[in-house]
């Protein structure tokens, strides 16, 4: 039971019941589409997959948790003992709207680990319908199961609190998707992506029994979640309001980082924001290439442009006002909600700062330093300079020429007399002596460009898996000059994939 480890005692890792034992449970064990009421999940076995392979494996945490390669047991085939499969009963705001019942219609999660007092749920997605699976077919596509294994890590590695990618299995299935949406599906390979969480449980986990006015799985759901989540001293309602300014303050966090390393989640619906502050569900993501706050990968968010790379904090406070608007009339704590919306937005004022500085070497939050982020803010988003080869260079910088900004312009700079102006207000402020270690721990280096994916995904549909595991393989060490990796990863978005669909542009279609 204990394992030994550079002088550290630590438990193995064992299954735990304490979720589906600890909140209510469907009682209805029939798998087909359906509303599940006064529940939070309902029991359900993977289906078989005709021939699975294993792609990717996540060695490390597959040893932080004792698990074992298997494709038999990664795709759902098999399950090992203490597994006890389910899927997940939630709702959710989508676009700004009511949805009702979503729930996992095609994420099954195997069981829970336990191991030093930490949870780890691991989960299958795109392992066969589920009660939750309306008109879907519960599976996942090779091209976004990838995206998801390889976003997830490289989020991981950058710092930036994630649910993690164990293993990337092809199923042998072809499933049929409609990329664009022009009524031309095609058959694509099936893969199932495992992902590990503290839990998968969402604000939308919340809404759906407080949409229905079902208090009594609410509180349930509450004190399971306070009990395993949250230091318990207090009666609950005052742990529950702790625990949500908490919930509030992380989240806030969360999209700070987002923005420091230029993320765009894509689609920020309630059911898609973790009740642990982690970035979960990987779809329609993108990352800025040339830095631009009205930026979405998303194509379903193209008019609307609800989920931009510069809404994600104001999108971020409403989908939290919705997770207050469940939980604080239970306890009629509803006067409580405008307080904890403002020590949201004060934590995030407050981050949102400290990360600037950070990534401009500045040691003092000062109102001059103020003055230089917002300058540098205006000058990025009318440049047409590539987010991370600007801050990468500047961190490198020594000497007072601007010139290196040339290697980061995706077209000629108009505005080269303000951005010589901005690098003297910038050594101004940080006394021509910008904290450089700050910088480089800050600006990565290599993140998942957009057409990075794209080619490994292209190269994987071949059978061809040597790009997507130098690319993971590269991202594991972000902040690193890695340079035998620069010349292919450490580049510009090049022209082909300015307008390239499943590049720069992305489908929900998954
Ligand atoms: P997502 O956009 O992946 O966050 O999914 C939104 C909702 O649609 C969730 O409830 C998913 O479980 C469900 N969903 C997405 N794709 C499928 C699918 N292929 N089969 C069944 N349900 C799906
Ligand atoms: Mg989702």
Redesign the pocket.
Same mark, same amino acid.
């Given at each position: 039971m204990l394992m030994v480890a550079t002088g550290v005692v630590t438990m193995k890792p064992m299954w735990t019941s304490t979720f589906i034992n600890g909140v209510p449970q469907d009682t209805n064990e029939e798998n087909h589409p359906r509303q599940v009421h006064q529940a939070c999940f309902s029991k359900v076995k993977p289906t078989k997959m005709p021939d699975p392979k294993m792609l990717l494996w996540n060695e490390d945490l597959a040893t932080e948790l004792g698990l074992e390669i298997d494709p038999e047991v990664w795709s759902g085939n098999t399950q090992i003992e203490g597994m006890e499969p389910f899927a997940h009963c939630y709702g959710g705001h989508q676009f700004g709207t009511w949805a009702g019942q979503? /729930? #996992?219609?095609?994420?099954i999660s195997l069981g829970t680990l336990t191991k030093d007092d930490e949870l780890f749920e691991i989960q299958l997605k795109g392992s066969g %319908?589920t009660p939750?699976?309306?008109r /879907? #077919? /519960?599976?996942?596509v090779l091209r976004s199961s990838l995206r998801e294994f390889l976003c997830s890590e490289a989020m991981y590695h950058l710092g930036i609190p994630t649910s993690r990618a164990l293993s990337l299995v092809s199923t042998g299935e072809h499933v049929l998707r409609d990329i664009l949406y022009d009524g031309h599906p095609a058959e694509e390979p099936g893969a199932i992506v495992t992902r590990v969480a503290q839990s998968f449980l969402r604000f939308g986990s919340f809404e759906i029994h407080a949409s229905r006015s079902d208090n009594e799985t609410l509180t349930l759901l509450l004190e399971y979640v306070l009990q395993q989540f949250f230091t318990h001293d207090n009666e609950v309602e005052v742990d529950c309001l702790n625990w949500l300014r908490c919930v509030g303050k992380e989240t806030a966090r969360l999209v700070s980082e987002w923005m420091r390393v230029g993320f765009v989640h894509g %689609?920020m619906?309630t #059911?898609?924001m973790s009740i642990h502050s982690i970035t979960i569900?990987y779809?329609p993501y993108g990352w800025i290439e040339p830095y631009d706050l009205d930026w979405t990968p998303n194509t379903t968010d193209k008019f609307s442009k609800r989920y931009t790379f510069g809404n994600q904090p104001m999108i971020a406070m409403w989908n939290y006002a919705r997770l207050l608007d469940s939980i604080l009339p239970i306890f009629s704590l509803e006067q409580d909600k405008r307080p904890l919306l403002e020590s949201f937005q004060i934590a995030f004022q407050w981050e949102h700062h400290r990360m600037w500085c950070n990534k401009l070497g500045i040691k003092d939050m000062t109102d001059e330093s103020v003055v230089v982020i917002e300058e540098c803010q205006r000058l990025l988003q009318e440049s047409n300079i590539d987010m991370t080869i600007f801050f990468r260079e500047l961190s490198y910088l020594n000497s007072a020429s601007i010139d290196f900004i040339h290697k980061a312009c995706y077209q000629p700079i108009e505005h080269m007399g303000a951005w010589t102006q901005w690098l003297q207000s910038w050594n101004e402020v940080t006394q021509n002596s910008p904290d450089k270690e700050l910088m480089l721990s800050s600006n990565p280096k290599y993140v998942l460009r957009n057409w990075l994916a794209y080619e490994a995904i292209e190269h994987a549909e071949q059978g061809d898996l040597s790009y997507a595991l130098d690319l993971y393989e590269c991202l594991k060490n972000p902040y690193d000059e890695q340079e035998q990796y620069a010349s292919r990863f450490y580049q510009k978005r090049p022209e082909w994939a300015e307008h390239k669909p499943g590049s720069s542009m992305l489908s929900?279609s998954?």
């Amino acid at each position: 039971m204990l394992m030994v480890a550079t002088g550290v005692v630590t438990m193995k890792p064992m299954w735990t019941s304490t979720f589906i034992n600890g909140v209510p449970q469907d009682t209805n064990e029939e798998n087909h589409p359906r509303q599940v009421h006064q529940a939070c999940f309902s029991k359900v076995k993977p289906t078989k997959m005709p021939d699975p392979k294993m792609l990717l494996w996540n060695e490390d945490l597959a040893t932080e948790l004792g698990l074992e390669i298997d494709p038999e047991v990664w795709s759902g085939n098999t399950q090992i003992e203490g597994m006890e499969p389910f899927a997940h009963c939630y709702g959710g705001h989508q676009f700004g709207t009511w949805a009702g019942q979503l /729930g #996992d219609g095609r994420a099954i999660s195997l069981g829970t680990l336990t191991k030093d007092d930490e949870l780890f749920e691991i989960q299958l997605k795109g392992s066969g %319908v589920t009660p939750y699976s309306r008109r /879907g #077919d /519960g599976r996942a596509v090779l091209r976004s199961s990838l995206r998801e294994f390889l976003c997830s890590e490289a989020m991981y590695h950058l710092g930036i609190p994630t649910s993690r990618a164990l293993s990337l299995v092809s199923t042998g299935e072809h499933v049929l998707r409609d990329i664009l949406y022009d009524g031309h599906p095609a058959e694509e390979p099936g893969a199932i992506v495992t992902r590990v969480a503290q839990s998968f449980l969402r604000f939308g986990s919340f809404e759906i029994h407080a949409s229905r006015s079902d208090n009594e799985t609410l509180t349930l759901l509450l004190e399971y979640v306070l009990q395993q989540f949250f230091t318990h001293d207090n009666e609950v309602e005052v742990d529950c309001l702790n625990w949500l300014r908490c919930v509030g303050k992380e989240t806030a966090r969360l999209v700070s980082e987002w923005m420091r390393v230029g993320f765009v989640h894509g %689609v920020m619906n309630t #059911d898609n924001m973790s009740i642990h502050s982690i970035t979960i569900d990987y779809g329609p993501y993108g990352w800025i290439e040339p830095y631009d706050l009205d930026w979405t990968p998303n194509t379903t968010d193209k008019f609307s442009k609800r989920y931009t790379f510069g809404n994600q904090p104001m999108i971020a406070m409403w989908n939290y006002a919705r997770l207050l608007d469940s939980i604080l009339p239970i306890f009629s704590l509803e006067q409580d909600k405008r307080p904890l919306l403002e020590s949201f937005q004060i934590a995030f004022q407050w981050e949102h700062h400290r990360m600037w500085c950070n990534k401009l070497g500045i040691k003092d939050m000062t109102d001059e330093s103020v003055v230089v982020i917002e300058e540098c803010q205006r000058l990025l988003q009318e440049s047409n300079i590539d987010m991370t080869i600007f801050f990468r260079e500047l961190s490198y910088l020594n000497s007072a020429s601007i010139d290196f900004i040339h290697k980061a312009c995706y077209q000629p700079i108009e505005h080269m007399g303000a951005w010589t102006q901005w690098l003297q207000s910038w050594n101004e402020v940080t006394q021509n002596s910008p904290d450089k270690e700050l910088m480089l721990s800050s600006n990565p280096k290599y993140v998942l460009r957009n057409w990075l994916a794209y080619e490994a995904i292209e190269h994987a549909e071949q059978g061809d898996l040597s790009y997507a595991l130098d690319l993971y393989e590269c991202l594991k060490n972000p902040y690193d000059e890695q340079e035998q990796y620069a010349s292919r990863f450490y580049q510009k978005r090049p022209e082909w994939a300015e307008h390239k669909p499943g590049s720069s542009m992305l489908s929900c279609s998954s």
